[in-house]
């Protein structure tokens, strides 16, 4: 009777819901294989960890670019058409992968081009849920929603090592393409999906579509378009500036998000030079353990959170991130030197203390991110809601360049070790600043 009576059941059976449901599961596990899979393909290629810091640049910085602008022209869309094109344009895009993987520059051509690609497809995605879901079940589709979404971001990096090492670095390929298309598959069988707006791109032609598009060349309209998006950007920076709590929040979620960016574009190299493991081995020994880690610690603040502050949970995420980055670069060079406390530990013992120190940093990650979440969602209204997210999203791929950029170049003349270790101690410094001021 429970299960029959279980919202999330009842949502799965609505069959609309269901095609984009899994329509999701495919997209975002093949999205997120991609990348992780490229990522680890220039390390192999290259052995520089700048190279693989531009690429992650050339998947974030389209965010920054096309976010807000792909948000406004896809509100105003027919969601369906979006959602299949995006799949499609991205399994065509993913070939050309099969036939160029070993030269860099199509590499990061391409992964741009499929991050612009993904860009539209984003705002076309969840915001279709009311338009399938009744008002009544809309809690748990989206609950549904955002949980399968983080599940796929892990799953879809766990499974980027094993794929490499079964399908080749090259056919492999092949296999994120079909994924793609088999979302493409799912998303077609949608209804169609209205657009609910006060105009449309197509009121000035009608006759046109997203299969037709003559309205690109009509400039006035796409004037208006990007006014829309400046006085969006306008409206959410003031709000955000007059709100401190909104604006710490903001502020700390960037923050997060660089952080991994950051640590995303080592990874090769902290394989290589630190864990000395392969490269395909890095989605379970390091992915593996910092989203596990996450997980837990979601976990603990949702049922455990309300006995400390939301700013003692921020500061001790703070304090603990800087302490276990620098931990980590610690056991890294004693896994190098076999030197003081770490000698007695050993080897494969020296490898389970870095994977535990990364669980521990994801642990630290999750009590930054949930506060602030929570604290973020609970002060916006719901109109200005995704344009404050958008914001982010547009503010973590500005703040990321030169971070990104920097680590990759340092790492190479300095060493990873190093890096991570200035990165440790920058947070500290961060921590230390927040506490001196809290006591002001």
Known sequence: ????????????????????????????????????????????????????????????????????????????????????????????????????????????????????VTQFFVPAEAPSIPTLVPSGLLLSANGLFTLTFYTSVIAGYMLAGPALAIFG?????????????????????????????????????????????????????????IRMVVNDFKEGYLFLINKRAIFSSFVLLTMSQVLIATISSLAPGFAREVMRVSLTSISYLMIGPAAFGM???????????????????????????????????????????????????????????????????????SFIDVPANATLQEETSDELRSRIYGFLTAMVGFFSIFPVFLAGVFSDYFGVVKVIFAMGIGILGFGGYRFVRSKQ
């Not at 290629?45 to 406004?72: H, K, Q, R, Y």
């Not at 707006?197 to 208006?224: C, D, G, I, V």
């Not at 603990?300 to 991130?321: C, E, M, P, Q, S």
């Open 1 to 116: 009777m429970f299960l029959t009576k279980s919202p999330i059941l009842q949502v799965l059976r609505i069959r609309s819901f269901l095609f984009l449901w899994l329509g999701q599961i495919f997209s975002q596990l093949a999205i997120n294989m991609l990348n992780f899979i490229l990522l680890l393909h220039i390390g192999e290629i290259t052995g520089s960890n700048t190279a693989t810091a531009v690429f992650i640049l050339c998947i974030g910085v389209p965010a920054l670019l096309f976010g807000s602008l792909a948000g406004v022209y896809v509100a105003h869309w027919p969601k369906k058409t979006v959602l299949v094109v995006c799949n499609i344009l991205r399994a065509f895009l993913v070939l050309a992968f099969f036939f160029s993987s070993e030269s860099l520059i199509p590499i990061y051509i391409f992964a741009f081009l499929a991050s612009i």
């Open 295 to 365: 997980i837990i610690g979601a976990i603990l603040v949702g049922n455990f959170g309300h006995l400390l502050t939301r700013k003692k949970l921020i500061n001790l995420g703070i304090w603990g991130a800087g302490i276990f980055l620098i931990l980590l670069s610690l056991s890294s060079r004693a896994q190098k030197n076999h030197q003081v406390i770490f000698y007695v530990l050993g080897d494969n013992n020296l490898l389970f203390l870095s994977m535990s120190l990364l669980f521990f940093l994801g642990l630290a990650n």
């Open 169 to 225: 670095p090259v056919n492999v390929f092949l296999l994120i393409s079909l994924l793609f298309l088999t979302a493409s598959i799912f998303v077609a069988l949608l209804p169609n999906i209205t657009v609910s707006a006060k105009f449309s791109l197509f009121e000035e032609q009608p006759k046109m579509n997203l299969l037709k598009p003559l309205w690109l060349f009509n400039l006035n309209l796409h004037r208006r378009h």
